[in-house]
């Protein structure tokens, strides 16, 4: 076996990986958090309300209790052993 061989093998563990239901679960968390990540600079600007306009300041905690969760299932998604 040679080091080509080792690559080529690494390669299509890399594309078994890629259907697997961990980074489905990853790629579920990344659509998760992105409305609140671009929620923000929006709400900045006077496009959109502000998520302190919305949930108030005691209730910002709901929009980052749930970005919080959605980038924890995205690291366990694309977690890699190596």
Do not use: C, K, Y
Request: hydrophobic share 55%; aromatic share 10%; proline share 6%.
């Amino acid at each position: 076996m040679t080091v080509n061989d080792d690559r080529q093998a690494s390669l299509s563990n890399d594309e078994q990986q890629n259907l697997s239901p961990l980074r489905i679960a990853g790629w579920v968390g990344v659509v998760v958090a992105t409305p609140f990540f671009v929620w923000v600079p929006l709400g900045f600007t006077s496009f959109i309300p502000s998520m302190i306009d919305v949930f108030g300041i005691v209730g910002v905690r709901i929009p980052a209790a749930v970005t919080i969760a959605g980038l924890l299932l995205a690291a366990v998604g694309f977690h890699r052993i190596e």
